[in-house]
């Protein structure tokens, strides 16, 4: 069944891993009548860890997509990964929902990855609450919870659930909303009933405090309420929904999705308080490239966005998409504008997990699915028509963990090919790259995990022999001063010889300047038709350098004067000389290696920071600076990328996996001493396999 825009809202849970998300995705569509039990996540039979690289390792990999209806309202649900290695996929869900509701467990609090989800929540000015689950678990504390993100983020969560007991004295959770009580019944859903004498304080206080958070929606509620000190339940609930759409307050729920404990009144409450599809919006490009800010709009022609593409063992290829305006229908045409093709849209689905429901048309601020199309990629922009604008790609981190990788035998070299470009658009954060320099396929992604999840696919599933290493380092060579070299190159061959002298200067540029060619010859002592043959020969030089046949850079080369002869001289003599000379100068201009420095950005808990300080020393690392507030360090640092090659591997073990970091090139540094040695040495045995092959 299709819905119309004013029935749909968006909701992604996310939050750090581990905090239950998947099993409140399942409990809530166990809830919402969709399933006819709950499974857990060790069972293997979830809705949302349905692959089976999730079923084996319990931990959800790619975000799955469920729909449940309240009073005619749909609401689609994303159940996000939590791992960073993952963060692709609930940057999409963040895109896609209206709201996103954090996953906080009730012992252990805020934790990292909810610091950067909450952050990337911030860019977006995104409504959100918090779910703090778990609660039947010994230690499980509420308001020690409510009291952390406090801390972290500087906002007064506003709870519209309460918690009856912890721990084993767990029963069940208060709506503060509606004054209802809801007792934990087992394996089935939660049962309602009166508030037990001893919480009617609390939620007395509760529910001032949901009072005045309804108040700040608009400023003749807070009239109202400064008036009468009170607010009716109407206005209470269109305070609510106006604040809440403005990011004005943070519901925060209380629950053990495992004891189907929380998920009644937080489904009411979304159904009723949650901001719909509406109040989305989306950035386009527009027809002279500028970002536009455009309002979802049901009025408007049709236009979609592929938020993601999935591959399934059953379906085949899944386009994911969220309508943005107007309304897609199924066996209909329209634009890929993206690709500037028609588009044949076959039939529309929505889906519960794996499990696809044929839909006959999807309204603005739907998600749904197209399947098989053969040229629907991530990003495409749909549309009524051909022009005008484009979806601007979805932003996401840049990769940080990198591996080299290639068929063991050559004939794998294609199907290698092809699943690599499969695997970089099924998930954005994935790159492949063939490296000409390294003569390396490098694989990258956001962590280790993901990366080897990738590379067991390729040995398991596409049954593809591989070899994996550390991915070469590019390293350069330069000179520290000016020097020069004389070189003739003269050969005597019977009839026609070649000759060639040339007399180049050579010297340092700044950093970062790559190269210079000067031609300083005067009274034609080289004639002009033979100086492209110098630079050539020099271009040439430089591409091996003296010390380790790294590329040189950062050279100005001077050609000053030379010798020609009328008969014997060709360009393929003055390549020969010139490139011999600048070898020959470049030994006497004091070379010195030089390696790529990064910049760090490192993220960990503040108890970590005296570890991860010391070990960027061990890494040669240089620190910038430091930020550190609730509970969280940011370091920023210089380090050479020979030493960050596994990091990501390092920083876990450090961190117990809690660490995560960002990196990208910055410049290229000196090196020397032993360092250098070992460079030069490991490009020996390098330089010797090379000649064997
Ligand atoms: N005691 C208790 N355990 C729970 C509760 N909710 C989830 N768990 C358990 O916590 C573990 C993690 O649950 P998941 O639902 O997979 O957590 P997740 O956040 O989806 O994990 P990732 O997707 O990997 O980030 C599982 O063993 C669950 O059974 C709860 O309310 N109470
Ligand atoms: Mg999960």
């Known amino acids: 069944m299709s819905h119309t825009t004013d029935l749909i809202k968006n909701v992604s849970i996310a939050g750090h891993g581990q905090t239950g998300k998947t099993t409140l995705f399942e409990r809530l569509l166990f809830a919402g009548g969709v399933i006819p039990r709950a499974e857990t996540v060790e069972s293997g039979k979830t809705v949302g860890d349905s692959s089976p690289e999730e079923i084996e390792r319990k931990i959800s990999i790619h975000a799955a997509l469920g729909h449940i209806e309240r009073n005619g309202t749909k609401i689609n649900i994303f159940d996000t990964p939590g791992s960073s290695d993952f963060t692709g996929d609930v940057i999409l869900s963040f ?5 996103a509701l954090l996953a906080v467990d009730g012992r252990s609090g805020v934790q990292i990855e909810t610091i950067k989800l909450w952050r990337n929540l911030d860019g977006r000015g995104k409504p959100r609450g918090i779910f703090v689950t778990k609660l039947d678990n010994d230690q499980a504390d509420f308001d020690k919870a409510l009291a952390d993100i406090k801390e972290k983020f500087k906002v007064d969560p506003v709870p519209v659930t309460l918690p009856m007991g912890s721990g084993g004295a767990f029963k069940g959770v208060i709506d503060v909303l509606h004054e209802k009580a809801y007792f934990v019944q087992g394996e089935a859903i939660e049962k309602e009933g009166p508030i037990p ?9 509760a529910r001032e405090k949901l009072i005045e958070a309804a108040a700040e929606g608009d400023d003749t509620l807070m009239e109202h309420y400064i008036d009468k000190g009170s607010l009716s339940p109407d206005e209470m609930q269109k305070g609510l929904i106006e604040a809440l759409a403005e990011n004005k307050y943070v519901p925060a729920f209380a629950g053990a999705a495992l004891k189907n404990s929380g998920i009644v009144p937080l489904i009411d409450f979304i159904a009723d308080l949650g901001p719909g599809a509406r109040t989305a919006k989306d950035l386009v490009l527009d027809a002279e490239g500028k970002e536009q800010i455009v309002p979802l709009d049901p009025d408007k022609p049709l236009s979609a966005l592929v938020i993601k593409t999935a591959y399934d063992q059953f379906s085949g290829k899944l386009s994911w998409i969220k309508i943005i305006s107007g309304k897609l229908v199924a066996d209909s045409e ?6 500037h093709k028609k588009e044949r849209i076959g039939k529309l689905y929505t889906c519960q997990g ?3 429901e044929e839909v006959k048309e ?3 601020g739907d ?17 009524a028509a051909d022009g005008g604008f484009n979806f601007v790609h ?7 963990h990198s591996m080299a990788v290639n068929a063991t035998a050559k004939k794998d070299d294609d199907k290698l090919g092809e699943f690599l470009v499969r695997a970089a658009e099924e998930d954005k954060t994935f790159r492949y790259n063939f490296n000409a320099e390294t003569k390396e396929t490098v694989i990258s992604g956001m962590g280790e995990l993901q990366i080897n999840i990738i590379l067991e696919k390729i040995r398991t599933n596409q049954k593809i022999e591989i070899e994996t290493h550390v991915p070469k380092v590019a390293y350069r060579e330069t000179i520290t001063k000016k020097a020069g070299a004389e070189y003739t190159h003269k050969k005597q061959t019977g009839g026609h010889g070649q000759y060639g002298k040339v007399l180049l200067e050579i010297a340092p540029l700044p950093r970062g300047t790559n190269y210079q ?10 004639p002009k038709n033979y100086i492209p043959g110098v630079e050539k020969g020099v271009v040439e030089g430089m591409a091996h350098g003296t010390m380790a046949s790294y590329p040189v850079v950062d050279v100005e080369v001077k050609i000053v004067d030379g010798k020609y002869h009328p008969v014997d001289s060709s360009e393929l003599s003055f390549k020969l000389a010139a490139r011999n000379a600048f070898r020959d100068a470049m030994r006497h201009a004091n070379p010195t290696l030089l390696e790529p420095v990064m910049n760090l950005t490192v993220f960990v808990e503040e108890k970590y920071l005296g570890d991860v300080m010391s070990d960027l020393s061990g890494k040669r690392g240089k620190i910038l600076g430091q930020d550190s507030s609730g509970g969280i360090a940011e370091i920023h640092a210089e380090v050479p990328q020979a030493e960050l090659l596994r990091y990501s591997i390092d920083l876990r073990s450090i961190t117990s996996g809690t660490g995560s970091f960002s990196v990208a090139f910055d410049h290229y540094a000196p090196i020397s001493g032993r360092i250098a040695d070992d460079v030069i040495k490991a490009r020996e045995t390098f330089k010797i396999q090379e000649a064997d092959e």
Not at 367 to 383: F, R, Y
Not at 394 to 400: A, H, N, T, W, Y
């Open 367 to 383: 998600v749904g699915i197209i399947t098989k199309s053969p040229n629907l990629k991530t990003n495409d922009t749909i549309a």
């Open 517 to 526: 060619f000067v031609n300083a010859i005067f009274g034609g002592a080289i």
């Open 354 to 356: 794996k499990k696809l």
């Open 362 to 364: 999807l309204f603005a």
């Open 394 to 400: 979805l932003r996401l981190p840049e990769p940080v």
């Open 95 to 99: 895109r896609a929902a209206e709201f």
């Open 197 to 205: 004498d001893e919480f009617r304080d609390t939620v007395a206080a």
């Open 334 to 339: 329209a634009f890929n504008v993206s690709e």
